[in-house]
Structures are given as structure tokens and as C-alpha cells.
């Protein structure tokens, strides 16, 4: 029991909130390489410490149904994909043919966005893919040389090909792959849910990028499931939950392994053939 309440004291401190010093010396001296492991397998924690995160003082600062004009909100990367507004929401679709990288599409925020985060949605999957995945990018940035400027829509045509090297190689952001499938043979895909950390300057690809806690086999993301998303970014942590009818859970990253990312755009990637519904899009940030 004590070790479990030492790696929930350890979550708290790593999304910043409060813990007093005598809590946090204690913690300091008592975590271990084994309790970091505790914190990914502690569903327990996990659920309470989002929970108390989700009702800090967020306010609302984007917020898109998706039944109306998706241009009032939002840039595109591709010209064969395509976003249409429905009842239902937003949906976006990338091209059909798969391995052609003109087939991918990015929908990025028009707003640029700062400090600590939370972002929600409903997904719902509309394609019947065994392949390929789904990204939301966080606080997406340029790396800052020349060409790549900090602010990404001053080299949006470089990604009118959506090739994902333009985005790992030239990119400060958050990628979380979900509805992601591919780590398997073709007739029996496994899907999974990962975060990274891209460092574009590193000029190693995707090496070194992946934040510890991959989750795999999730049951997630099955064909016309609505799911509630959200996603919360505070201080040195990454949340995210996933519920539908039947299931929900809670995912957790330390970014504290990589070079802290403090502000940028917001993205949801397609790779090819992948398809989805996006409604009720908010973008909060915490009030001080």
C-alpha cells in the first residue's frame, strides 16, 4: 500500500498539482525505476489524479461543433483529402490510395495555443481500415532554420504533400496515435495508442521520439463507436482518456524525458485511407 501511495504522489507532482514539502521529500526519497512502472499499471491512480485535473479552472477558447463552416476554425495540409460538415460532425477524410504520401491530410487549428492544455472531442471512426493511424499533434511548432520558421503556416505549401517526414523532421510537437493499427500482420492488425516527442534537430527521425507507456491491443476505435476523447497537458504530463458505451480508460505519458514544449497549433492527422467523424472540438487552457 505504500508504495502505491508513493506512485500517486509521484503523478500528482509530475502534473503540478499541489503537494506539500514534507509529502514531496518523501516522495523524492522513495521513487524508484519500479514505481515509475507502477504509475503506467495503476489504473486506480491514474482515473483519480485525471479526475482532479479535468475540474481544474479551464476556460474554453476554442470551440467547434463540427456542423458548421470548418474553415472558421481550421487550415489544411493536402490537396486530396477533404473535410465536410455534417449533423454529425466534422469529417474528415483522407485519400483512398494507400502508401501514395499525397493521400494524407492534416487539419490544423487556425489559433495558436500556450501553457498547460486540455482538449476534447468525439471520434467516431468511419473507415473500415486494418492499417495505418490517426495523430493529434500538440503545441506544433517549426524547428526554426531556415525555411522552417516557428510559426508552421508560413511553410504550409512544403506540406501540401503531407509526407510524415515533414513533420517529424521539421517539427517541435506532441503526437498521440489513436485508432492507430499496423503493428501486426495485415489480416490481424493490432491497435494501439503512443505518444511522442518529435526532435527535428536531432535529424534521426522518428528515433529517440517515443515517450515511455505504449498501450496496445486497447479494444478502442471499432467501426461507427462514438468515443469521448480528451487529452490534458500539464506541466510535465500528458493525459489522455478514452471512453465509449462500454469502456474507458485513462493513459498517461511523462514528458520530462524531452525538451519541454510550451505553445503551438493543434492537428489531427489522417494518414491515408483513414477516415472519421470530429464533434464537439474544444480546446481549453487553465485560467491563473
Given at each position: 500500500?505504500?508504495?502505491?501511495?508513493?506512485?500517486?504522489?509521484?503523478?500528482?507532482?509530475?502534473?503540478?498539482?499541489?503537494?506539500?514539502?514534507?509529502?514531496?521529500?518523501?516522495?523524492?526519497?522513495?521513487?524508484?525505476?519500479?514505481?515509475?512502472?507502477?504509475?503506467?499499471?495503476?489504473?486506480?491512480?491514474?482515473?483519480?489524479?485525471?479526475?482532479?485535473?479535468?475540474?481544474?479552472?479551464?476556460?474554453?477558447?476554442?470551440?467547434?461543433?463540427?456542423?458548421?463552416?470548418?474553415?472558421?476554425?481550421?487550415?489544411?495540409?493536402?490537396?486530396?483529402?477533404?473535410?465536410?460538415?455534417?449533423?454529425?460532425?466534422?469529417?474528415?477524410?483522407?485519400?483512398?490510395?494507400?502508401?501514395?504520401?499525397?493521400?494524407?491530410?492534416?487539419?490544423?487549428?487556425?489559433?495558436?495555443?500556450?501553457?498547460?492544455?486540455?482538449?476534447?472531442?468525439?471520434?467516431?471512426?468511419?473507415?473500415?481500415?486494418?492499417?495505418?493511424?490517426?495523430?493529434?499533434?500538440?503545441?506544433?511548432?517549426?524547428?526554426?532554420?531556415?525555411?522552417?520558421?516557428?510559426?508552421?503556416?508560413?511553410?504550409?505549401?512544403?506540406?501540401?504533400?503531407p509526407f510524415m517526414r515533414h513533420y517529424f523532421g521539421k517539427m517541435n510537437t506532441y503526437h498521440i496515435s489513436y485508432a492507430a493499427f499496423g503493428l501486426g500482420e495485415v489480416d490481424a492488425p493490432d491497435d494501439y495508442i503512443r505518444a511522442r516527442r518529435y526532435m527535428p534537430l536531432a535529424n534521426q527521425g522518428l528515433k529517440d521520439t517515443a515517450l515511455e507507456g505504449d498501450n496496445i491491443?486497447?479494444?478502442?476505435?471499432?467501426?461507427?463507436?462514438?468515443?469521448?476523447?480528451?487529452?490534458?497537458?500539464?506541466?510535465?504530463?500528458?493525459?489522455?482518456?478514452?471512453?465509449?458505451?462500454?469502456?474507458?480508460?485513462?493513459?498517461?505519458?511523462?514528458?520530462?524525458?524531452?525538451?519541454?514544449?510550451?505553445?503551438?497549433?493543434?492537428?489531427?492527422?489522417?494518414?491515408?485511407?483513414?477516415?472519421?467523424?470530429?464533434?464537439?472540438?474544444?480546446?481549453?487552457?487553465?485560467?491563473?
Open positions: 500500500m505504500l508504495v502505491r501511495l508513493v506512485s500517486l504522489s509521484a503523478i500528482f507532482m509530475a502534473a503540478g498539482c499541489g503537494i506539500n514539502s514534507a509529502d514531496k521529500n518523501t516522495t523524492d526519497k522513495n521513487i524508484t525505476d519500479n514505481n515509475a512502472t507502477l504509475i503506467q499499471n495503476d489504473m486506480t491512480d491514474k482515473q483519480a489524479v485525471f479526475n482532479q485535473l479535468n475540474e481544474l479552472a479551464w476556460q474554453q477558447v476554442l470551440f467547434d461543433s463540427g456542423e458548421q463552416n470548418w474553415r472558421d476554425n481550421w487550415l489544411v495540409d493536402g490537396l486530396v483529402g477533404t473535410i465536410e460538415n455534417t449533423p454529425q460532425g466534422m469529417h474528415i477524410k483522407a485519400g483512398p490510395e494507400a502508401y501514395n504520401h499525397a493521400h494524407h491530410i492534416v487539419a490544423w487549428t487556425k489559433q495558436s495555443f500556450s501553457g498547460d492544455i486540455k482538449i476534447d472531442f468525439e471520434y467516431t471512426r468511419t473507415d473500415n481500415a486494418e492499417l495505418f493511424v490517426n495523430v493529434l499533434y500538440l503545441l506544433a511548432t517549426g524547428e526554426q532554420t531556415p525555411g522552417f520558421d516557428k510559426d508552421i503556416m508560413n511553410w504550409a505549401e512544403h506540406r501540401q504533400e491491443n486497447t479494444g478502442f476505435f471499432k467501426t461507427g463507436v462514438r468515443h469521448q476523447v480528451s487529452v490534458i497537458k500539464k506541466g510535465d504530463a500528458l493525459w489522455m482518456k478514452v471512453a465509449n458505451p462500454e469502456q474507458s480508460q485513462v493513459y498517461y505519458w511523462s514528458t520530462a524525458s524531452h525538451p519541454a514544449i510550451t505553445e503551438g497549433r493543434i492537428g489531427v492527422r489522417h494518414m491515408f485511407t483513414r477516415s472519421a467523424l470530429y464533434r464537439n472540438f474544444t480546446v481549453s487552457t487553465l485560467t491563473h
